[in-house]
């Protein structure tokens, strides 16, 4: 294993596991000419040693593309990642390998996760051909062990083609792969969206465990704020590829500074409150070049807004993009159009 | 309050190579007039095969048996050709999924044309366009949009725009197959305020609302019913399934949902152990024996189907624990 928390900047705690710094994606679209995409636009956070971090995100607002972008699926266009200090673009061969035994991905459709002409037991095989083949010896019971782990008995489970098992036990299949890989940070994009309700718990427990008994970290990608908020220590809010809001998740859901963040709070359909009868949502019709992300549809939009906000610490843990939030005040409120969110 | 479906003992069944699949397995209830009724469930508790059975039973569902009453006429025995005159105009559907629901070769204008004339055919091109105008105007959706390809549009604006189209003859009762379900929590609130609208408007009498989260039947439904496997296990009102729930699968089902205010570090919720039975092979008896934490009788759950029974007026359960000839067995 590499050496925890040397960086450059020298003042960093020991026990960041993952830093992204100024991280930004740009997707170009469009054979000729094109238009591009700004999908991740310059964010900086950390994921610490036995954290479980929520991106919470509406669609499009660019969590996945985070996501993808720490499993190395995809490559930054500026900022880096670094993965115990070490800049993870420079990895290769034995050392790229050894990062993904430790930073691991499961993405929201178990059935597409497995090839459906296999019996579930190939994602264990596969394993042990390429990264385990030192414990082949004990793979059995390795196997059953992990099983174990995510509440899963391997007689139900093994010699099983996908289609005969839940998605729920599909999901917990491959987190119990990670604990054979002794893996650290769990990319879990939308991992249990589409659970239901009565087994969807169980596998957010699962994540409370290996945060508590193995140390591990999982950046827990979701549109479902119920669920950040049961799970996660942090949160972080993603609107049009900028964080606006990010910190402590009981600071976050209790106290929320952003004017996004309170609009997707009030959104969260909950049972024993109501709705309250929404405003018609008001589109100003422009996002200011290099202005605030939420310019558009924000209730307390000023002319300052039209440069863009950075994230500042409000409280302790608790940082937020937002001018309204800071206090700045202006006489120059500005008038929304007439027209619809569309 | 008049009834104005009325389904009996209604069972619809998927005919496999296997056997037959008993999704929908003798099913009761009724949705009132000027209702939202919600129905939850799990996948594969058989909420969507029976909203879309009761538009139009394509194999390889099959009927089975019982009936479906909407407006005095028995629409599960409806020929081909008699339920294509209802369908739109007295009983409609959002389907899941409804995004995909649109030709792409088509311009929206015309999608809405050719599907209103044929069934009124007195109305004029310019009427029907006009009146699917104003309607998109209603909901923040421009009128040029009739003159855009459904892939021009974005997945909210699609879902608008079927949910328009699916009620623009008025139908007495439109069913809402799990709209919200893909959507971000904005658009689920504003779904689901449309759909008010709609109502209070009265281009709909009654909405049958099909989704599995019940926090959104907490916003919009006036009664729920809950199903597990093929059966209905409880009907009551909002209210009362969310604050008391009877049966054992409704608590546990409520008590597993994340509220806000809950979290890991203080207090863990539990899910339901185990997982629903094949209904391929369903069990002889309650079908919810296998999980159930309570069993009052287990010789009679194992064996015996509780019947829905009134247990106070207008709550239904499913549930030997409810049932009057079990009073004496504890």
Known sequence: MSRAGHTQKGMIKMDELIQVQNLTKIFKSGLVGGYFTTAVDDISFDIHKSEIISLVGESGSGKTTVGRLILRLLKPSLGKITYEGIDISTLRGKKLKEYYKHVQGIFQDPFASFNPIFKVDRVFDLLFDSYL???????????????????????????????????????????????????????????????????????????????????????????????????????????????????????????????YTRMLL????????????????????????????????????????????????????????????????????????????? | MAKLLDVKDYKVYYQTLKGQVKAVDGVNFFVNEDEVFGIAGESGCGKSTLGNSLIYLKAPMRYAGGSAILDENDISKFTDERMRKMRFEKISIIPQFAMDAMSPTKK??????????????????????????????????????????????????????????????????????????????????FSVEMLEEFKDKQFVSSVIFITHDISVLYQIADRIMIMYAGHVVEIANTEDIVSKPLHPYTKLLISSLPKMGIQFSQKQLIGIPGYPPNLLNPPKGCRFYDRCPLRIDPQKCQNEIPPLVEYSPGRYVACWAYTKGNDKNG
């Open chain 1, 133 to 259: 083949k030192d414990k082949v010896g004990k793979k059995n019971d390795l196997i059953v062990e992990s099983l174990e782990k995510v509440g899963l008995n391997s007689l139900d489970i093994l010699g099983k083609y996908p289609h005969q098992l839940s998605g729920g036990q599909l999901q917990r299949i491959l987190i119990a792969r990670t604990f054979l890989l002794d893996t650290k940070l769990l990319i879990a994009d939308e991992l249990i969206s589409m659970l239901d309700a009565s087994t969807r718990v169980d596998v957010l427990n699962i994540l409370g465990n290996l945060r508590d008994k193995e140390k591990m970290s999982v950046l827990f990608i979701t549109h479902d704020l119920s669920l950040g908020y049961y799970i996660s220590d942090t949160t972080m809010i993603m609107y049009m590829g900028n964080l606006v809001e990010f910190g402590k998740t009981k600071l976050v859901f209790d106290n929320p500074l952003h004017p």
């Open chain 1, 266 to 342: 009030s959104s969260v359909p909950e049972i024993g409150r109501k709705w309250k009868k929404s405003e018609l949502e008001m589109k100003r019709g422009e996002v200011p070049i290099g202005g605030c992300p939420y310019f558009d549809r924000c209730p307390l939009a000023m002319d300052v807004c039209r440069k863009k906000p950075i994230l500042k610490e409000l409280e302790k843990d608790h940082k937020v993009a937002c001018y309204a939030a800071e206090g700045v005040k202006s006489d120059d409120s500005i008038p929304v159009g007439k027209s619809h969110n569309s």
């Open chain 2, 108 to 189: 929206i204008k015309n999608i809405v044309v050719d599907l209103v004339k044929e069934h009124d055919k007195k109305m004029s091109e310019k009427d029907i366009i006009d009146l699917a105008i104003e309607r998109f105007k209603m909901i923040g959706l421009s009128g040029n949009v009739m003159n855009m390809y459904s892939i021009e549009l974005s997945g909210g604006m699609k879902q608008r725009v079927v949910m328009v189209i699916s009620t623009l003859l008025n139908p007495r009762i439109l069913i809402a197959d799990e709209i919200t379900s893909a959507l971000d929590v904005s658009s689920q609130k």
